[in-house]
């Protein structure tokens, strides 16, 4: 499968602390994405990657990309209560061309 | 002023009683895609459409069914729903395809979604 892995499955952390979460994939990609999704809510879009960028931030949100790897993540800092959610990245290329493919997602909790 | 628009939001069916679940948006996107989301589950895609370009999915089961009558509507029909059809149906945009030409600007915008419960 070319879905991306993500780990953790799920992140605990007090408020203001940093938050990370990692991406696999197995397939060569045009780019990737990271989603957040709250409780039964749609998905929202947090930030894009393409493959040949290794870093971009937006924000508190700073993302890197090792396609020699096949692995991203996603750093959160200074994390809030309101940051808490589910974080999904999404990966588009071979196969995947002109859709994207979801991981599993990381469930972030941020304690106040 | 929200642009991807889902109804219902909850839908409570009867096994094999047919669904439709519908979605409008105003961004004017050229792509529409059906995702299905089941609980603590990755969205896995049901079908998408360039303009009325439609394709399917390999796996989405053929009691699945949609419909592109314009730009700005899509349906998602589901003909004789089963337990395990229970889910969160997330309707989302893209501009262009995503992973294309100037794909920084074809990122998804979803909808709030539908959840579908079938008793």
């Known amino acids: 499968s070319q879905q991306g892995e993500e780990d953790p499955q799920a992140l605990s952390i007090q408020e203001g602390e940093n938050a990370t979460m990692n991406c696999s994939y197995k397939?060569?990609?045009?780019?990737l994405q990271w989603y957040r999704q709250n409780s039964g809510r749609g998905l929202v879009h947090l930030i894009l990657i393409r493959s040949n960028e290794r870093e971009k931030h937006s924000g508190r949100l700073r993302v890197t990309l090792d396609t020699s790897k096949k692995s991203s993540s996603l750093l959160i800092t200074a994390s809030r209560a309101a940051d808490t959610a589910s974080y999904f990245c999404?990966?588009?290329?071979?196969?995947?061309?002109?859709?994207?493919?979801f991981g599993q997602g990381t469930i972030l909790t941020v304690h106040p | 002023d929200a642009m991807v628009i889902q109804n219902p939001r909850y839908q409570v069916t009867q096994f094999g009683k047919p669904v439709t679940l519908s979605c409008s948006q105003t961004l004017n996107h050229n792509v529409m895609y059906w995702y299905q989301q089941k609980s603590s589950q990755a969205p896995k895609l049901l079908f998408h459409y360039y303009d009325k370009d439609f394709n399917n999915e390999a796996d989405t089961p053929d009691n699945f069914q949609s419909r592109r009558p314009n730009t700005s509507f899509c349906f998602l029909d589901i003909r004789s729903p089963g337990l395990g059809d229970a889910a969160m149906y997330l309707c989302?945009?893209?501009?262009?395809?995503?992973?294309?030409?100037?794909?920084?600007?074809?990122?998804?915008?979803f909808g709030a979604g539908s959840r579908l419960t079938v008793l």
């Open positions: 999404a990966i588009t290329g071979g196969t995947s061309y002109g859709k994207l493919t």
């Open positions: 989302a945009t893209s501009r262009e395809w995503v992973g294309g030409a100037n794909s920084g600007a074809n990122v998804l915008t």
């Open positions: 397939t060569s990609i045009n780019n």
